[in-house]
């Protein structure tokens, strides 16, 4: 039975409010000039609440939800950690604000990897004791996502002794380290982090997985997140085509294969599974994995050097391509697991407005992102009036969150009062 604790999905969601927010702003500021606006300060604290307050909080909440016995889950170690979380990323989002990057929100970096370690240890400790199948492919997916969380923060620690050593922040391996911190947060702990609700869910209703297929799936999928990382040093070292090469080739390759290999059971899978899922939830999976399989296409594409070239210095694809995996692949999914597990309330009779408005202004932002890209590829500049267009897009973003976080509250209330009488 799958139980989420609703304090600490409500505060992950106003966390994403307050990064839709943020982004906004980010885009106005291309428009008017915004004093108090200090553009890669509010630009870092941004992706840094996206990632540790929206999407962590998240996928910290629904795993314990998901995996672990009602017992466990009321453990006070998993609520200090949630609260310690929160604090710490709320002091970080402040000091980045104000101050930007520094000596001070590394070393808060730091303490928030040290509450993430003691959470993966305490999961994993608890996860042994309530599963003793070791055939269950939605707890190997889970330990997976788990390693590729804790992978990445070498990133991290690395930037503090090339500050010391190199003394130049933009170099070649500062660049590395950040990008092996983002790599390893989207390619693998947010992917198999949603990949092992996916097949959690699964099994929770009944469903029967090949558990053989899914196992290569996921070990052909693991080799793949580290090949990809390839076109990081790529982009450091842009001469080097090898790095390209292994890249695009090596690890589109492979998680293609890594489909295929799964394709069948996938779509035997589904069928079975669109009997007990909403049918809301159904539409936001199929846009998840649509934008799952538009990611791999993309790195298999840009195994040719120009438009690895093109990929690297034309910034909407880079902002383009982070949005596929942040918001359409991951924040999509999250949704849909909100929804299905009754955490977003879906109305019968009224059109469910908030969610409608966050997804097609998602898709409008992502295609206006690509276009836009595309236009200066070729030398046609511009499109009139871009920014004003990208702004409003992105405005549909918080005004859908607000919509579904009031439609939430108005829904707890009144069901409340209903008890009461």
Not at 109 to 134: A, E, M, Y
Not at 199 to 216: D, L, P, T
Request: charged letters at 10%; hydrophobic letters at 55%; proline letters at 1%.
């Amino acid at each position: 039975m799958i139980k989420i604790n609703n304090a600490w999905i409500r505060i992950a969601m106003l966390n994403f409010l307050f990064v839709a927010v943020l982004g906004t702003f980010l885009r106005f500021a291309f428009i008017r000039e915004l004093f108090f606006l200090d553009y890669l300060h509010f630009q870092t604290a941004h992706w840094h609440l996206a990632i540790f307050g929206w999407i962590y909080q998240a996928l910290f909440t629904f795993l314990i939800g998901a995996f672990l016995s009602e017992e466990q889950q009321s453990k006070k170690i998993y609520q200090l950690l949630f609260w310690s979380n929160q604090f710490l990323i709320t002091i970080v989002f402040i000091t980045l604000i104000t101050s930007g990057s520094s000596f001070f929100s590394v070393g808060l970096d730091i303490s928030f990897i040290s509450l993430i370690g003691i959470f993966v240890f305490s999961l994993i400790k608890d996860l042994n004791r309530t599963d003793t199948s070791k055939n269950l492919i939605s707890i190997g997916l889970l330990k997976v996502a788990l390693f590729f969380l804790l992978l990445s923060f070498i990133g991290t620690l690395s930037i503090i002794p090339i500050e010391l050593l190199f003394s130049t922040k933009r170099s070649v391996l500062y660049y590395l380290s950040s990008q092996f911190f983002l790599h390893f947060q989207y390619n693998g702990w947010f992917i198999f982090g949603i990949l092992s609700l996916s097949f959690r869910m699964i099994e929770n209703y009944g469903i029967q997985v090949n558990v053989g297929k899914f196992q290569q799936f996921k070990w052909v999928s693991f080799s793949a997140v580290f090949v990809t990382y390839f076109l990081n040093i790529y982009w450091g070292y842009p001469g080097h085509l090898t790095f390209l090469w292994i890249a695009s080739l090596g690890g589109g390759v492979l998680q293609f294969f890594a489909l295929l290999l799964v394709r069948k059971e996938v779509v035997k899978l589904f069928k079975e599974l669109k009997f007990h899922l909403n049918p809301i939830t159904i539409t936001l999976l199929k846009i998840s994995y649509i934008s799952f399989i538009s990611k791999l296409i993309l790195q298999v594409i840009i195994a040719y050097p120009a438009l690895a070239s093109v990929a690297l210095t034309i910034r909407n694809y880079s902002i383009a391509y982070f949005h596929l995996v942040f918001l359409c692949i991951t924040s999509v999914f999250l949704f849909a697991w909100n929804i299905q597990h009754k955490q977003i309330r879906i109305v019968k009779h009224n059109s469910n407005s908030g969610l409608y408005i966050f997804s097609i202004a998602l898709l409008l932002v992502e295609l206006l992102l690509f276009l836009q890209g595309t236009l200066l590829w070729i030398g046609e500049g511009f499109m009139p009036f871009y920014y004003e267009i990208l702004f409003f897009f992105t405005l549909g973003l918080p005004i859908g969150i607000i919509l579904i976080i009031f439609q939430n509250i108005n829904f707890t209330y009144f069901s409340a009062i209903k008890i009461i009488k």
